[in-house]
């Protein structure tokens, strides 16, 4: 590592500008600067050398010129983007944060990062007996958003059906294994063959299908959900999709459903989003569908943490990382989230330490 | 009455035939048939002496041919319509009733029925000092919707933002009612000026306007909910009419909203319903959108009962109601629902007593 005192070389991948429509690598660009390795005398930033970002669906909404409406803040054009990512810390004038510590939180996509503001905000990890970049997935905001996703909003109970849209994705995969240890009957949809065999084999999905070689996802649940598997309809759905999957999902719920509506990434590319046309059958079927996000639980994050852990070390839950290496692959890892490029998790590795 | 052994003329409003698009009168055509009196020997039939018919949109979708996904049977073309009413028992065989009994439940569009299917669903009337055709509204199924509509699905707090679609109608008239109670803040939207003074003047919503005269929903929404009344945004939304108004909404709903489903009277007559665009609002606003019906709280009917009728002999609660005369106007009672026709709840009497 360089003395602190001296400026370093910092690699960054910059927003050229507001996107619309699908995102490109162009739209980011390499960049280079230089960062002094040493926190502001007297202030309570700290310096972090990024080892593992994440790419996460949501990005892309943060890459819209903001209209206000957006529930987090634009990227700005000409900075780096800015993500969920693992890192080192090399400098802190934080009580909670010392030389040497890891944490997981939001940081920049560059080698190193100053984080003045909000620096309260990373969290400290505890448990270095899982791989490190589990904290940007299975250990990390995905995995909050299925633990709580599937426990707290789709009130589930043993022996329940579920069918759960982009599967094998960061998010969809635990659903899924949670789901299993719960005992219900879970179903998947995916991109590949792949991707397919992924839920079957290694996540202990009940079912799985390739919703490309679908041309009418109607018929596609009838036959690989409701009638084979869950002959009464699906009791809970994850929705990460969005579109014409909720539209064909909500023709195959059962009364009293419930929709956990985790994303919609079908959607986040549309200069318009879809219609979805099925909506009355939520009052006949009493169907509760219901929006979260995975920040209003970080406050229960131990809980999870402790829990999810003690899953992986004795096997119970396995997680399936997209690993890209290098900074300088980030864009084009981040643009294939979107055309499904990515089997698991989306992960980038800067440095391994 | 005519001697219980005689047959006696039955005048009804019979279903031509199923119906696409927007009902009209001609689907519906007057018919004379007899009836005798006396129920069946040993069976547990009763028959009634219609009053009074409610004219609901839900009767709507009975007029389809089913596809057999719907959560209620369609009509049967060539038979009366069937619906709920206000009726006096003529002669039981139903250990439950007796002669001159008042009930309210699904009977016949016909001067009497027999019920020999089902009887035990009639609900003995219990208090006759509040109008009878109340059991067709404000204390029957539209009154059970917007009592559990409003408490259980809403989970209301004193101080919040409520805005209610249809808001004049047989239920939104009552919810308004119901959150003011509570302590909530209201708005509503109607199809009349005439609605409007009845919103603002007569139910004590804060403030009210008419959806016809306003070309952009969430322009409208902004002025009247939003930024005057409800700063943050709402709260609660109990939604009666879907597509656009749904779309509005969504634009204008506070963290952590609300919908309580209960209709979606703007798309009965579709061939297929508006698309709702602004659904990933659900993820980002952490809205819960629940679906319901009624008769999912019958158990619970008495409890109801006592509180509003209750506040409607105190005079704290009002109920106005669209009367039309007769049971040969009644398909143009019905149709007219679909256009907004109705002030209040729309029902026909067919006789007094």
Not at 51 to 67: A, E, Q, T
Not at 72 to 89: C, D, M, R
Not at 262 to 269: A, D, T, V
Request: charged share 20%; hydrophobic share 35%; with cysteine.
């Amino acid at each position: 590592m360089a003395n602190s005192n001296e400026e370093v070389e910092n690699k960054q991948i910059v927003l050229r500008d507001y996107v619309s429509g699908f995102p490109k690598e162009t739209d980011m660009v390499p960049s280079k600067t230089t960062l002094k390795l040493k926190v502001p005398e007297g202030s309570k930033a700290v310096v972090l050398k990024n080892l593992y970002l994440s790419c996460d669906p949501y990005m892309r909404s943060r890459m819209n010129k903001s209209d206000g409406s957006s529930y987090i803040h634009s990227f700005t054009p000409g900075s780096p983007l800015v993500g969920y990512g693992v890192s080192k810390v090399v400098d802190s004038g934080h009580p909670d944060f010392k030389n040497g510590d890891y944490v997981w939180g939001m940081t920049g996509w560059e080698d190193y990062s100053l984080i003045d503001e909000n620096p309260d905000s990373l969290i400290k990890i505890k448990y270095t007996d899982v791989p490190l970049s589990y904290y940007t997935g299975i250990l990390g905001m995905p995995g909050v958003t299925a633990y709580f996703g599937f426990y707290e909003i789709c009130s589930p109970k043993k022996g329940e059906y579920v069918f759960i849209s982009a599967a094998s994705g960061a998010v969809g995969q635990l659903v899924g294994q949670f789901a299993k240890l719960l005992g219900c009957y879970v179903v998947g949809s995916a991109g590949s063959k792949e991707k397919v065999d992924l839920l079957k084999n290694k996540f202990g999905f009940d079912e799985a299908f390739n919703y490309k070689e679908e041309p009418d996802l109607n018929a596609a649940l009838k036959r690989h959900v409701s009638y084979l598997y869950f002959p009464e309809g699906i009791d809970i759905y994850f929705e990460n999709v969005g579109g014409k999957m909720l539209d064909a999902v909500l023709l195959n719920m059962r009364n009293h459903g419930r929709i956990a509506t985790c994303g919609m990434i079908s959607q986040y590319n549309l200069e318009k989003p879809e219609g979805v046309h099925n909506l009355f059958l939520v009052v006949t079927k009493r169907i509760r569908m219901q929006g979260f996000v995975a920040f209003d639980y970080y406050h229960m994050y131990p809980k999870f943490l402790e829990f999810t852990r003690q899953h992986i070390l004795e096997n119970k839950i396995v997680y399936v990382e997209d690993v890209a290496e290098g900074l300088e692959s980030a864009p084009a890892a981040l643009v294939g989230l979107f055309a499904g490029r990515n089997v698991g998790k989306q992960v980038v590795v800067v440095a391994r330490e």
